[in-house]
Each structure stands twice: as structure tokens, then as C-alpha cells.
T-cell receptor
Framework: NAGVTQTPKFRVLKTGQSMTLLCAQDMNHEYMYWYRQDPGMGLRLIHY???????AKGEVPDGYNVSRLKKQNFLLGLESAAPSQTSVYFC?????????????FGSGTRLTVV | DQQVKQNSPSLSVQEGRISILNCDYT??????FLWYKKYPAEGPTFLISISSIKDKNEDGRFTVFLNKSAKHLSLHIVPSQPGDSAVYFC???????????FGTGTRLKVLA
């Protein structure tokens, strides 16, 4: 019963490098989300998906791209990392929007860009 | 432009007393609200939800109150326990946009 799994858990990147964060869920959820958490800023939505093959922009999409080729996976890409992208990234999924149990979150990826 | 605001960054409460965490929102279209708890180095975990058709929802020691006219919700924890020490986030959605907007969080410390 894995729930939502994020890989990697930690990563240090140099400015300009690229990387992909992987989110996998085994609950057959339709909706998947990528958030970032920064001190004093709470959780801000980067991109989200309401089903396989769909993606949409959230509050802070610039500098990120996403793909949802398979229902269970939601990938977040940084094409050219910047120090401003240093953050903790959380993936979440839900069966539907009004589920009484809300989202299920992964344990996060701590990314540092130097 | 923060649509969901938690104006108290931190709160300290004695064990056994009531903890009240507040959340204000600006978008009158929000119709579903959630509270999450987050421990360090872990993802947020769901606590309790409330629909805009209700003004109160209870689950054990946790009660959420919604005042739509004031665009305000609050989470009451009674009695507070040391294990409740965490960061609490409120979140709101208007349904049609398929996503939740989170507040900035309130760090609760329950003192033994």
C-alpha cells in the first residue's frame, strides 16, 4: 500500500542543469498535482492533471514542464534549474476533487539549486 | 494576491487546552475547504473537510467551522496534545477549477 511515491527524495543541482522529478501513485486516482513549499509561502500549485494525457498550469508554472503519459505517473521537469527553484516539492493525487479525504501527498523531494 | 490566508504564522497552546487555527479567504466562489497537518520531513496529511453547505464538521477532537459571510474558517482542536504539534494548512477550492489553493500555514506548538 505505497500511496504516492516521489523520487528522488533529495537532489542538488547546479544552475542550468536539468532534471525530472517522478511521482507515482497506485490508487488509480484521476487527479494529480505538483506543489512547491517555500518558507512563508505555503504550498503553491505548479501544474496539475485531471486525467491521463492532460496537464494544466497552476499558480507558479514558469520554469517547469509536466507530463502525464500514464495514469499512475506525473513527471515534473526542470529544463534549466535556477536558484529560485530551490524548494521542497510535493506531489499529490486524488480520486476526485470533492473527495472527503482530500489529496494524498507524497513525502516530498528537497531540491537545492546552487 | 493570496486568496487563502493564515495570518498567524505560529501558535503555542498548553496541553489539554483548546487550539484555534484561523483561515480567511477572498474568493466567494470557494465551496469546499480542507485542513491538513504537516510534520517535518513528511508530506501533508488530510485532517478534516467542510463543504460550503455546512457551517460545522466534527471528527473526534477536531472541529472545523465555516462562516461564509465572513469568508472565514477555523479549526478547533480539543483537547490539544503534544502530538498535535505540526504545521497546519487550510485549503480551498471552487470546484470548477479542479484544484485547491493552500494557505501559508500555521505552526502549532502544544506545550506539555
Amino acid at each position: 500500500n505505497a500511496g504516492v511515491t516521489q523520487t528522488p527524495k533529495f537532489r542538488v543541482l547546479k544552475t542550468g542543469q536539468s532534471m525530472t522529478l517522478l511521482c507515482a501513485q497506485d490508487m488509480n486516482h484521476e487527479y494529480m498535482y505538483w506543489y512547491r513549499q517555500d518558507p512563508g509561502m505555503g504550498l503553491r500549485l505548479i501544474h496539475y492533471s485531471v486525467g491521463e494525457g492532460t496537464t494544466a498550469k497552476g499558480e507558479v508554472p514558469d520554469g517547469y514542464n509536466v507530463s502525464r503519459l500514464k495514469k499512475q505517473n506525473f513527471l515534473l521537469g526542470l529544463e534549466s534549474a535556477a536558484p529560485s527553484q530551490t524548494s521542497v516539492y510535493f506531489c499529490a493525487s486524488s480520486y476526485d476533487l470533492y473527495t472527503s479525504s482530500g489529496y494524498t501527498f507524497g513525502s516530498g523531494t528537497r531540491l537545492t539549486v546552487v | 494576491d493570496q486568496q487563502v490566508k493564515q495570518n498567524s504564522p505560529s501558535l503555542s497552546v498548553q496541553e489539554g487546552r483548546i487550539s484555534i487555527l484561523n483561515c480567511d479567504y477572498t474568493n466567494s466562489m470557494f465551496d469546499y475547504f480542507l485542513w491538513y497537518k504537516k510534520y517535518p520531513a513528511e508530506g501533508p496529511t488530510f485532517l478534516i473537510s467542510i463543504s460550503s453547505i455546512k457551517d460545522k464538521n466534527e471528527d473526534g477532537r477536531f472541529t472545523v467551522f465555516l462562516n461564509k459571510s465572513a469568508k472565514h474558517l477555523s479549526l478547533h482542536i480539543v483537547p490539544s496534545q503534544p502530538g498535535d504539534s505540526a504545521v497546519y494548512f487550510c485549503a480551498a477550492s471552487d470546484g470548477g477549477t479542479y484544484k485547491y489553493i493552500f494557505g501559508t500555514g500555521t505552526r502549532l506548538k502544544v506545550l506539555a
